[in-house]
């Protein structure tokens, strides 16, 4: 690792002006995807900017039928909230599902979906629960927040500091974990919004990310079981293709994964 | 403790230390004013070195030095050597091309080191090692060993043309080409097996000092063999001395063959620490780990087995291509030639065999021995080419074998090996009882009702272990002899330090060495402490590898416990006025048989050393030494048993049972063995399933860390049903074969034939990832439809 100044923020207006003092700054969330790059010397940050003692960026509230996140909670803290788990059992079951157990403990919403690695989990719920991204400057619907392949629409100094997650009449998210990092394959989250409406993500294959799966979502709209996907795969040409796995498979995967998640849900 | 001796399932004495993190690895010990070296390393596959600019690094913080391949071939330090001599089969030796610890003129793998920068910490050290600046010219590389033999391919050494190390040949060429002639049926296969990267937990590492006033290197490092690094180092290498030179391994977790060999980086600390004037340690990190660690496996074949009418194995012809990557690492030769080629017979009469093998460098990581050392890549290729050619026949698996199980020992194999001792049928019924093999239909049926493919596999492997018999090992190429020594001191009051020349890197040799001298004396394991690792207390030995402690270790101390009780008998005898005969050690204590004279062990040792009454003549003191060198190879075997599901939707195989039944001989420390059995396995089931060192066709690995390299974890393996069945080896005074790698040499072809059951495909190969399954499952479904 390259040396680096640390910095423990206790407001987001202080995280904020701490970033914009610092020479080449990052925020830090739990540290599970930056501190790795950093001991490889694959990044190199002045100062870090740590955002996880910021109160109001912690914790789960009821918001209406759904539910808002502060962005520094942890996957742990998602996947064991009653709240989460009553109005959104598929989003408590995505985070119980992320790495290992030190990662659901040190790992951030807020970390993870500004990383938008291509396989990470969340942004599939995000897009396909149309969660509302709030940031230290404006609010984002995750379609937009998510821009491609470890890229979002985020500003260097602006921070995520709560996702608002509307309720949804069904949930679920099945992931076919990558054998040796055991982030997603291919992940599909499956919402079954009040009013009926279906929105299918799918994380893990896309070449640019998250990206939904509309033939899907009519299908599902006219009958919601796994058999109204069974048929249906992403064009393999806009899927990744990688040593553990080619755009073929990956494109298998999806149609594996829909008809798991609309079981699930 | 307690008095616990042959066959207790003692708890492992060295377990505290390790469990409470109170363990004394290289990365613990310190050195005062010691500094820290960062390697530079090679981005590139194959390249020339043409300049190397240490200027800005040097100006940086902390910075001592940046040491060259110049600087080191101007210190006379000698090149790197492979210590087994193998001869082609036209008689010319092996190929060896000049391995430089640090390279000045072409490097040769990604990750070669070129030079190293001593700094006062590691982090300087690596930021200075950024800073320095190589200039490469860029070479043709050449990855795949098949396109390394091919004409036009990038030459890597000028000594290899055509990058062909050697040629060589075992079996009866003629004899076995008749029993394809006369054959009913063949089986042919193409077996390859996977590059595989070792994974020790602990990393490499090494802390070298200089003594200057005393001209006096002292060397802590990650190693399985202290002496013969030493050895190495010395007398190769031209470091110093060996009386100049001390070489300590402390705990070491984990090795698996890859601390066997020297490598480039311990070196480079031993010279530096002179050179710079300090002490040098450096501590591997897993990236390096993954580029430099000598990897395993690598094996092209293709394998015939020819059958009479009535299915009995008539010959067996192989010809395989091993990779042996950019340069020959310390044992590799013997690799894919002695350690594999002479157990291709497997637990089978076969009265023809032959092979040949092809060794090759390519623009990879070296490769050398790992768990098992060619004895996997013969079991998986026997093994593979068994089951595949009894569903041919439409023979059980089962019965195939035992239709050619070796029932009459010794039998002399044509492949060299002369197996002494074994029941084979033995295993193969207690694997399948407890297996259940007879109701796998149902079992079958049951699966594919939830929408599963539910298949079964065999293996029954064999293996030689206590490697060596020395003036065998000598006649067939090996540069050192393979026996091992002890020494048995007994203290005055009567406890008793073992120095053995074995190493434990996590055998739990501390608890079963000691479990010997507590059967023999009757005393408290307490009582017994094994010192190791240290070539300044520790007589020569040649270290632990191919499951030799027990067969080869332990017998030496056997001999040695032998000579420390016959004088102890002695000075009792003389004591207690009896005759030496009728003295008899238990619980402790030496009795005069018939009578209720006895003394303590204590009592007769403090004689010893009080040396106030001793026999007429004898030396006072209670110590005694013994080298072993066996007489033969220990033939472990036994029967694995694999069951998995696949799931036809993504691939994805669940082992969902394995059963193990293995003759390891006499057992010390039954729980120890189990726990070498899982570990070996698991390992196996890592090779099959999960586990491949895969670079791209430029020579850059792309599984170089844990999110691409897919170690096996406690989820995706089942319980294991574990038995064993004894038939004692003669070949040594305990009976004892080894334990520490049959389970990842028999694991492989079981769980492998399990699953081209289950989806119906024997072209299969490892590692069955589940995108291969599912892509051989439907095409099979595909065709069957057309
Ligand atoms: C072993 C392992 C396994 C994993 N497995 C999975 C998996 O299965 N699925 C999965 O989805 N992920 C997985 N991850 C990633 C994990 O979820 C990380 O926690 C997550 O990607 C990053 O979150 P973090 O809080 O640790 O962020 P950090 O690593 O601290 O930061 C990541 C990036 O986000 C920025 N950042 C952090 N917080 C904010 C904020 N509030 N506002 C703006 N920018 C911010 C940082 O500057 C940095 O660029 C794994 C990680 C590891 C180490």
Not at chain 1, 232 to 260: E, Q
Not at chain 2, 258 to 282: F, T
Not at chain 2, 327 to 341: D, E, I, K
């Amino acid at each position: 690792m390259y040396e680096t100044t640390y910095h423990k923020a206790g407001s987001v207006a202080e995280a904020a002006s701490l970033m914009a003092n610092a020479d080449d700054g990052k925020f830090l969330g739990g540290g599970q995807t930056l501190l790795p790059t950093m001991k490889q010397r694959l990044a190199a940050p002045s100062d870090l900017v740590d955002v996880t003692k910021i109160a109001d960026m912690k914790g789960i509230s009821a918001n209406g039928d759904g539910v808002t996140i502060g962005a520094a909670t942890t996957h742990y803290e998602v996947s064991t909230s009653d709240l989460v788990k009553q109005k959104l059992p598929g989003l408590a079951s995505l985070a119980g599902g992320i790495g290992d157990p030190a990662v659901r403990h040190m790992g951030t919403m807020g970390g993870s979906i500004s990383n938008n690695d291509p396989a990470a989990d969340y942004p599939a719920a995000l897009v396909a629960l149309g969660a509302t991204v709030v940031t230290s400057k404006r609010e984002l619907v995750a379609e937009d927040f998510f821009t491609g392949m470890f890229e979002t629409a985020l500003e260097e100094d602006e921070i995520v500091v709560a996702i608002k997650f509307p309720g949804a009449a069904a949930s679920a998210y099945a992931k076919y974990p990558n054998p040796a990092s055991r982030y997603a394959m291919a992940g599909v989250f499956v919402a079954k919004a009040s009013d009926g409406s279906v929105k299918v993500a799918v994380t893990g294959a896309g070449q640019n990310g998250v990206f939904r799966m509309s033939a899907m979502e009519t299908a599902l709209s006219g009958n919601f079981s796994p058999d109204a996907v069974a048929g249906i795969a992403p064009d393999a040409n806009d899927l990744l293709s990688d040593i553990h796995g080619s755009a073929a498979y990956r494109a298998n995967l999806v149609t594996v994964m829909a008809k798991r998640a609309v079981q699930k849900a | 403790m307690a008095v616990e001796g042959i066959g207790a399932r003692a708890l492992r004495k060295e377990d505290k230390r390790f469990i409470t993190g109170k363990g004394r690895y290289t990365d613990d010990m310190t050195m005062p004013g010691m500094g820290h070296a960062a390697f530079v390393r090679s981005p590139h596959a194959h390249a020339k070195v043409k300049g190397i600019d240490a200027s800005a690094a040097l100006e940086m913080p902390g910075v001592d030095a940046v040491l060259t391949g110049d600087q080191l071939v101007g210190d006379g330090i000698g090149n790197l050597i492979c210590g087994w001599m193998i001869h082609s089969k036209d008689g010319s030796p092996m190929k060896m091309g000049g391995w430089r610890a640090l390279e000045p003129e072409i490097v040769r793998h990604v990750g070669q080191a070129v030079a190293v920068v001593v700094a006062d910490t590691q982090a300087q050290a690596r930021d200075a090692a950024d800073a320095v600046i190589v200039d490469y010219e860029e070479l043709p590389a050449v990855i795949d060993p098949l396109a390394a033999l091919e004409s036009g391919a990038p030459q890597i050494h000028p000594e290899a043309e055509g990058n062909l190390i050697y040629d060589w040949e075992i079996g009866d060429e003629a004899a076995t080409n008749a029993a394809f002639e006369k054959a009913a049926h063949v089986t042919r296969m193409e077996i390859h097996n996977n590059r595989l990267v070792p994974n020790a937990m602990e990393p490499r590492a090494a802390l070298a000092g200089y003594d200057a006033a005393e001209e006096h290197y002292t060397l802590y490092t990650t190693s399985q063999n202290p002496h013969v690094a030493r050895l190495v180092l010395s007398a190769f290498y031209n470091v110093a001395p060996e009386n100049k030179l001390r070489v300590i391994a402390p705990d070491v977790g984990g090795g698996f063959g890859s601390k066997i060999y020297i490598y480039p980086e311990e070196m480079v600390c031993l010279w530096a620490s002179k050179r710079v004037g300090r002490p040098v340690k450096w501590v591997s990190d897993r990236t390096e780990a993954f580029l430099t660690d000598a990897h395993g496996r690598d094996h092209r074949s293709e394998a015939e087995l020819a059958l009479d009418a009535d299915n009995k194995i008539l010959g067996l012809r192989v010809k395989t291509i091993a990779n042996l990557g950019a340069y020959m690492s310390l044992f590799s030769s013997s690799v894919p030639t002695y350690l594999y080629a002479t157990l291709l017979s497997g637990q089978y009469d076969i009265p023809a065999i032959h092979a040949n093998v092809k060794t090759v460098y390519t623009n990879t990581t070296p490769v050398d021995a790992y768990r098992g050392a060619g004895r996997p890549e013969a079991t998986y290729l026997l093994e593979r080419i068994m089951e595949t050619a009894a569903r041919e026949v439409g023979l059980s698996p089962a019965e195939f074998r035992r239709k050619n199980f070796i029932r009459t020992f010794p039998h002399q194999t044509p492949v060299i090996m002369c197996y002494d001792a074994g029941d084979y049928d033995a295993t193969l019924d207690a694997a399948l009882k407890a297996a259940d093999y007879d109701g796998f239909a149902a079992r079958k049926a049951e699966a594919a009702s939830r929408g599963k493919l539910r298949g079964i596999g065999l293996s029954c492997y064999i293996e030689a272990c206590g490697i060596a018999p020395s003036a065998a090992v000598g006649s067939l190429g090996a540069g050192v002899g393979l026996w091992e020594s002890a020494e048995v001191r007994v203290n005055p009051v009567g406890s008793i330090e073992v120095l053995t020349g074995s190493h434990s890197h996590g055998q739990g040799h501390e608890t079963t060495f000691a479990q010997l001298i507590s059967e023999r004396f009757g005393l408290d394991t307490s009582a017994v402490s094994i010192v190791h690792g240290d070539t300044d207390k520790v007589q020569f030995g040649m270290g632990t590898y191919g499951s030799r402690s027990g067969a080869v270790g332990m017998s030496a101390i056997v001999k040695a416990l032998d000579k420390v009780e016959a004088k102890a008998k002695k000075i009792a005898a003389h004591l207690m006025e009896a005759s030496e005969g009728d003295i008899q050690i238990e619980g402790g204590e030496l009795k005069v048989a018939g009578t209720d004279k006895k003394l303590t062990f204590t009592e007769v040792a403090l004689a010893a050393y009080t040396a106030h009454n001793l026999p007429e003549g004898m030396e006072p003191g209670l110590k005694e030494g013994a080298f072993y060198d066996p007489t033969n190879f220990t033939f472990p075997a036994g029967t694995y048993v694999c069951e998995v599901e696949v799931d036809p939707d993504t691939g994805k195989t669940e082992v969902v049972n394995f059963v193990a039944a293995d003759d390891f001989g006499n057992i010390i420390n039954p729980m120890i063995v189990e726990g070498q059995v899982h570990g070996g396995i698991t390992q196996g089931i890592g090779q099959a399933l999960l586990e491949n060192a895969s670079y791209d066709e430029n020579g850059q690995l792309l599984t170089a860390s844990y999110m691409d390299y897919c170690m096996p974890r406690a989820d995706d393996v089942p319980s294991y049903s574990l038995s064993t069945h004894v038939t004692a080896c003669p070949g040594n005074p305990l009976g004892m074969k080894g334990c520490g790698e049959a389970g990842a040499i028999g694991s492989p072809p079981a769980v492998i034939n399990a699953i081209t059951d289950a989806i119906g495909d024997n072209s299969l190969s490892m590692p069955a990832s589940p995108e291969k399954v599912w892509a051989l499952y439907h095409a099979g479904v595909k065709q069957a439809a057309e």
